[in-house]
């Protein structure tokens, strides 16, 4: 809903056919690899807790291993190992592929992103630049928001990533223990204390908010005058179509924008 209806309808009134159709066309262009690369990775995360789901229920029901009483070790016939790393890995390449796509997108619409993605002295440098360049107050507000990101949750994202493309990550294997009845148990590893399913759910929630807040930022500044894009409260979001940025128009004299609906 918010990667095609709300971002494609802000498009339509800031590249408004047949007038605008070329931009549009590219801005699709550019736009459609970070949507696909975001459902890809969003496509792991779901893998990833089938396999664990299911790699469970395997356990549980004697298909996937046993214990041996005559050698008393546990003897596991089918592991999770393989496929668990992979879609693990993949959600981290697939994310970092939508984000570097962003930086296409900004370079198209006006705006040098990159440096949102570099090391910390190299961003105090360019940061300066943007402010430099775009020195209005929205401007200001946005990158002081998207550092907040940068520093906090994009961080992380990147250690993980920087492991998987560069040092060989691999996942800690799967341990399994007898519980005092006797049956196996599966102990998936852990990151701070967090399931995997779990981590790469938290890992999504901020994948996502990060390539839209780019994405609506770009779009809200090319928007006509009387345009302007507003957050809707998420207590007031239709849970049938939960979009979080609505795009309103101000009418003359009136304090507060009106939603379009249509």
Same mark, same amino acid.
């Given at each position: %809903? ?54 469970? !229920?395997? +356990?549980? %029901? ?22 668990? #790393?992979?879609? $693990?890995?993949? @959600?981290? +390449? ?13 370079? @198209?619409?006006?705006?040098?992103? #990159?440096?949102?993605?570099? !090391?910390?002295?190299? $961003?105090? #440098?360019? /940061? ?20 907040? &990101?940068? %520093?906090?949750? &994009?961080?992380?994202?990147? %250690? @993980?990533?920087?492991?998987? !493309?560069?040092?060989? $990550? ?16 599966? /102990?998936?590893?852990?990151?701070? #204390? ?15 908010? $990060?390539? !839209? ?30 979009? /979080? ?18």
């Amino acid at each position: %809903n918010r990667f095609l209806f709300q971002i494609l309808k802000i498009r339509d009134f800031v590249y408004p056919k047949p007038a605008e159709k070329e931009k549009c066309l590219i801005f699709d262009n550019l736009h459609t690899p970070i949507f696909q690369n975001l459902m890809e990775a969003r496509m792991a995360k779901e893998r990833l807790k089938d396999v664990i789901s299911q790699h469970k !229920e395997h +356990i549980k %029901n004697g298909t996937a291993g046993r214990y041996d009483e005559a050698q008393k070790i546990i003897r596991i016939d089918k592991s999770a190992d393989l496929e668990t #790393s992979l879609f $693990f890995k993949d @959600f981290f +390449i697939r994310g970092t592929i939508a984000i570097k796509n962003t930086i296409a997108l900004a370079d @198209f619409m006006g705006y040098k992103i #990159s440096f949102l993605f570099v !090391e910390d002295k190299k $961003f105090s #440098s360019e /940061k300066g630049k943007f402010l430099k360049t775009w020195t209005t107050e929205r401007h200001s507000k946005w990158l002081a928001y998207m550092e907040n &990101y940068r %520093n906090g949750w &994009y961080k992380a994202f990147a %250690n @993980f990533r920087g492991k998987i !493309e560069h040092k060989g $990550f691999e996942l800690p294997k799967i341990k399994y223990v007898l519980d005092g009845d006797g049956n196996i148990k599966v /102990k998936f590893p852990m990151f701070d #204390s967090m399931q995997l399913d779990d981590l790469l759910n938290a890992e999504w929630e901020g994948l996502y908010r $990060f390539c !839209e807040e780019i994405i609506v930022f770009l779009l809200s500044t090319k928007l006509p005058p009387q345009f302007e894009v507003v957050l809707i409260p998420k207590e007031k979001r239709d849970p049938t179509h939960p979009i /979080k940025y609505a795009l309103a128009i101000r009418m003359p004299g009136e304090d507060k924008p009106t939603i379009i609906n249509n």
